[in-house]
């Protein structure tokens, strides 16, 4: 088959071996790549209920059939495992050159099993894999490791690598590339890696597998980046990227804003686009990406000076979530959480937490709103594991559990995933598409906080529901595993239909509509069987409140802002859930029926399921 190379490497970092294991067509036909191989693999590489820090939880690294090759934002790829922090699927997407040295080194994907008894740097080049000690480089922050591996390898390579965060198995730490600047699996795949004892991976490929077509390949993939170039929202999105979303949010009350209590922020000035702009230093995109989002800053604070990247994201939990500003002060955390590869998202939610507990003396710790300088050292000791941090290093629904009563209420998580950067107040699509996100409570998928504006607020309408499991389809189900980034198609309007020809000239294949979303159905329906599965066999239990998004945004109305008084309500909210499984053929409880398993070819999972559960 073209545009794979049907194989992907297992390697076990205990016995220091690897094999080339094969993929069949039919697998990469019913999966493509990316997530959707990844959850695969998963399914039947782990045993069921494993502990997700156990050598046998795998860590799954891999592209998809159009990674890499010429055409738009095409340098990324899937970091995926068993998540510590929510005990589901977890995965995240990096835009590095790893995706692409990865794509060159002969195989679609990297599994890796195990725990190694030292310190290790895995190389991974076309011709070998080497396993390489690693103790020098144990207990540095991100940029010095690539730093040290750039002077070893040349900065052809591409690598991932870890903070003392993900050694020190917080259970959010991230897996980090590009110099801190990029990073990915928000659900702890970074803990996953270091659980293994595995510092960085450096990969140094050869070639891309052979394209069915490579002319028309590059022809329309070089018709692709002109479309992007043209497009009438380039020039804003240049200029200030994610952060736009900044003032957007804060215009329409769904910026988090102290732990997920408000909507609009006071000091939004001081942390939005216009601000990024005034402190750009320069713009850089990941490879292949003609559309480049990283803007780094230079900050420089009372005590400290550096350089960072940066997002949305980033900003609104650390910066809004935290009552911190202005964005130079934000800049010096955000940066902390790339040298210690943690996730800016998760931290932000855990800390805003903190605050909040600390606020109501529900814990015996001190810290308050905008006190930049204790939650500084915070970050520091949540990456080291001390003090309270290493109660907060294990996330918000741990600590939630651990004090219990109303703590529960406005501790901001979905299955263990701390929320990222929508308050769902009133965006009721949102806080659907927080229900019901595969990896826990992720925009990644869907965002829907545009489409919730433009369909109406306090609007519950099955037309929302309806566009939830078609976003869903083709973020979480198309560009996860072709594996390419989705932002021409979000912030650009870029032409979904390049993406079916992109997918003919790489593979031969005519994809259809039709089977595009049938392979973002089966994708949904295997990795919704992996959760259930998982939390059975580990007695968590498994019932629709899973989906349910915390009890805050129903009960504790938005209190400032034009949106004052507005929250959601359960039972509307229950009902767009209750439409939510039928459209994707899932019993009551959200887990998919015998019938729906079969239609998706997936007769394997039913027997394996209903060991844990009476299927429907
Ligand atoms: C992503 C999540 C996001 S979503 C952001 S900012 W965003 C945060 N970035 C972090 C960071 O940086 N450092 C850090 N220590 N933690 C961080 N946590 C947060 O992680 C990212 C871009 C962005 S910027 C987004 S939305 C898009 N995400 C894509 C996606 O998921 N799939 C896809 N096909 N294309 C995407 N394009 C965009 O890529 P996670 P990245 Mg990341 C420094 O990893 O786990 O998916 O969580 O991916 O390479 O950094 O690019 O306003
Ligand atoms: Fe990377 Fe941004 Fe380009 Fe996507 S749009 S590939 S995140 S630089």
């Excluded at 970092?13 to 999966?31: C, G, H, W």
């Excluded at 076309?126 to 591996?149: R, S, Y």
């Excluded at 960085?200 to 028309?216: D, M, R, S």
Aim: charge should be neutral; aromatic fraction near 12%; include cysteine.
């Amino acid at each position: 088959m073209r545009a794979w190379w049907g194989k992907y490497l297992y390697i076990d970092v205990e016995r220091r071996s690897f094999k080339a294991v094969e993929l069949s067509p039919d697998m990469l036909l019913k999966f493509l790549g990316g997530r959707g191989l990844a959850i695969k693999l998963l399914w039947d590489l782990n045993p069921p209920g494993v502990d997700p820090f156990s050598p046998d939880n795998h860590l799954v690294l891999a592209t998809g059939p159009l990674t890499g090759y010429p055409l738009p934002s095409s340098g990324k790829m899937i970091v995926a495992s068993k998540s510590p922090l929510t005990y589901g699927y977890g995965d995240g997407n990096i835009g590095t050159k790893a995706a692409v040295e990865l794509r060159k080194s002969g195989y679609d994907a990297v599994v890796i099993r195990g725990i190694s008894k030292k310190p290790l740097l895995i190389h991974i080049s076309c011709k070998t894999v080497e396993f390489i000690d690693a103790e020098d480089l144990w207990g540095l922050d991100t940029e010095t490791v690539e730093k040290k591996i750039a002077e070893n390898y040349g900065k052809n390579v591409g690598i991932l690598t870890i903070g003392i965060g993900g050694e020190n198995l917080v259970k959010f730490a991230v897996v980090v590339s590009e110099h801190g600047g990029r990073s990915g699996g928000r659900p702890g795949m970074g803990a996953v890696m270091g659980s293994k004892k595995i510092k960085a991976i450096v990969f140094e490929g050869c070639n891309l597998p052979e394209p069915y077509n490579k002319v028309e390949l590059a022809r329309i993939g070089a018709e692709g980046y002109s479309e992007i170039k043209r497009s009438p929202g380039y020039e804003f999105y240049e200029r200030q990227g994610t952060m736009q979303f900044i003032r957007v949010a804060n215009e329409n009350s769904f910026l988090p804003v102290y732990n997920f209590r408000e909507g609009v922020f006071e000091y939004a000035d001081s942390i939005d686009g216009y601000m990024l702009e005034s402190m750009r230093e320069k713009l850089i995109g990941c490879p292949l990406c003609n559309m480049p989002c990283r803007h780094i800053i230079k900050y420089a604070t009372e005590t400290s000076l550096g350089k960072t990247e940066p997002d949305y994201e980033n900003v609104a939990l650390l910066g809004a979530n935290l009552g911190v500003w202005p964005l130079n002060r934000v800049a010096r955390l955000n940066h902390l959480a790339d040298l210690y590869g943690l996730d800016t998202i998760s931290l932000g939610a855990t800390i805003g937490y903190a605050i909040e507990l600390s606020e109501k003396k529900l814990i015996d710790y001190k810290i308050e709103w905008g006190d930049c300088k204790t939650i500084s050292q915070l970050i520091t000791d949540i990456a080291n594991r001390r003090g309270i941090g290493d109660l907060l290093a294990n996330g918000v629904r741990y600590v939630s559990e651990k004090i219990g009563g109303e703590a529960r209420d406005f501790a901001m998580h979905v299955k263990g995933l701390e929320i990222s950067a929508y308050n769902s107040h009133a965006l009721e699509g949102m806080a659907l598409s927080y229900g019901v996100s595969p990896i826990g409570a992720h925009h990644k998928d869907v965002t829907f906080a545009s489409l919730d504006i433009k369909l109406g607020r306090l609007t519950y309408s099955k037309e929302k529901v309806e566009r939830i499991v078609y976003l869903q389809n083709i973020r979480g189900g198309m560009y996860e595993s072709l594996v390419t980034c989705r932002f021409p198609f979000v912030y650009l309007s870029f032409n979904l239909d390049y993406y079916p020809r992109l997918l003919k000239a790489a593979t031969g294949i005519d994809f259809t509509w039709d089977m595009i979303h049938e392979i973002g159905n089966r994708i949904y329906a295997l990795i919704r069987s992996f959760w259930v599965r998982e939390y059975i066999a580990s007695g968590r239990g498994w019932s629709y409140e899973l989906d349910i998004p915390p009890m805050r945004w129903f009960k504790e109305p938005l209190s400032k802002g034009p949106l004052k008084g507005y929250k959601l309500d359960l039972d509307k909210y229950l009902n767009m859930l209750k439409y939510y499984y039928q459209l994707r053929g899932w019993d009551e409880n959200g887990v998919p029926t015998r019938e729906t398993l079969r239609k998706l070819g997936l007769e394997y999972v039913i027997s394996d399921l209903e060991k844990y559960y009476p299927l429907k």
